[in-house]
């Protein structure tokens, strides 16, 4: 069975800091998909990243970056110069090649002070 | 706007009732998938429908059901309501039937069993 973990409950940092956000996927598949959603306090889910197993390249969009590592089955994903408007909770969720649905980790909570 | 819509917003309603949340999804996507948000459990995939049928099954309650109509638009019914099911139920929406297809989610509807 697949397991996703995201050890990090909270993380608190000032504008402008660096905030890079943990996730462990493990999993018997060889093939699957990666996803990193966010949900303000508004409550919706966002879509932010999909990245596939098969693909070890880091990815830099805006002040977005992601680092998956498949040797570790981890897939960081990083803020850069946070803001504000970044307070949210993040969630990993990979599928696997073949399933239907996105198992969610247990979300971590950013909040960034001004 | 991730233009998927459910309708209440909010639902507060009494132990042993019956709702129904409705759901629309993006234009053109023919999967349709059910996620239930507590705090105790986070967020947990119910079912999915993909152009009218029932694809996947998650941890759905058998108090629970849900449909897919020719229309696309699905419900989601939840009878003989305890204190536990108080939530926020999400729909998604996507192109295709797989879960490696980004998924697009809807603004929630919070209900509350008193």
């Known amino acids: 069975a697949q397991k996703v973990t995201q050890a990090q409950t909270e993380i608190s940092v000032v504008e402008k800091e660096d905030v890079t956000l943990d996730c462990v996927y493990e999993t018997r598949d060889t093939t699957y998909y990666l996803f990193w959603y966010k949900q303000p306090p508004s409550g919706e889910l966002v879509f932010l990243i999909r990245r596939n197993s098969f693909d070890e390249q880091n990815e830099i969009s805006g002040r977005y970056s992601w680092n998956f590592q498949k040797s570790t089955s981890s897939f960081n994903f990083t803020i850069t110069a946070s803001q504000v408007v970044d307070s949210a909770v993040y969630f990993c969720a990979p599928p696997a090649f073949n399933d239907y649905k996105l198992s969610f980790g247990a979300g971590t909570t950013v909040t960034v002070r001004a | ?114």
């Open chain 2, 1 to 114: 706007d991730s233009g998927v819509t459910q309708t209440p917003k909010h639902l507060i309603t009494a132990t042993g009732q019956r709702v129904t949340l409705r759901c629309s999804p993006r234009s053109g996507d023919l999967s349709v998938y059910w996620y239930q948000q507590s705090l105790d459990q986070g967020l947990q995939f119910l079912i999915q429908y993909y152009n009218g049928e029932e694809r996947a099954k998650g941890n759905i309650l058998e108090r629970f059901s849900a449909q897919q109509f020719p229309d696309l638009h699905s419900e989601l019914n939840l009878s003989s309501l305890e204190l536990g099911d108080s939530a926020l139920y999400f729909c998604a929406s996507s192109g295709d039937r797989e879960a490696y297809n980004e998924q697009f989610f809807g603004p929630g509807t919070r209900l509350t069993v008193l």
